[in-house]
């Protein structure tokens, strides 16, 4: 009976933290790496609908854990969506459409390792990029210019009479501002 108690009390300790991690789904191809920095060793990648438990939490990243992959590691935050169902959103072709902005947050955070420094422990930089999502470098190399998307664009600049209407709709005045040079006086 002794060890019988034992062994209850025992699996109790070792099984609760199993219970206490949170499920998710993958809903973008990860990469996943031994620590939370894209700097570190890259261990694997989960797919697209892949479901993780989730350990714990630094920063802009996860540790999950991919029963069906075997495989244990930090993926970017914005990959996995706790709970038990979630939309995957993979892209069925190799290049896809994440933006200009996503590809220079990408490309920040690349350029940033150049001014790090030398303690290899280090995390990414604090500031959270979830739902921000980059280009490769061989997207990067490989952009053109989309006049046919720039000339689409060109409908949302505004000008003095768009300006003038949203102006009297919100009840504002124009004030005039006096030019401030840059010389010193």
Known sequence: ?????????LSVLLLAPLQANQQGIVVRTAAVYASPSHGAERVGEV????????FSRQGGWKEVFSEERSI???VRSYQVREGSSAPVVESTNESDSRGFLAGLAAFSRKASSFFKSDDSSATS??????GVRGLSENEIKAA?????????MKRFASNGKRAGSF????????TRVPHISGKKQ
């Open 1 to 9: 009976m002794k060890y019988i108690s034992l062994l209850v009390v």
């Open 47 to 54: 797919t697209a609908g892949t479901t993780v438990s989730i």
């Open 72 to 74: 244990i590691g930090w």
């Open 125 to 130: 930089s604090g500031t959270a990029t979830i």
């Open 144 to 152: 053109q210019a989309d006049f046919v998307e720039f000339e689409k």
């Open 167 to 174: 102006a009297r709709q919100g009840g504002l005045s124009s």
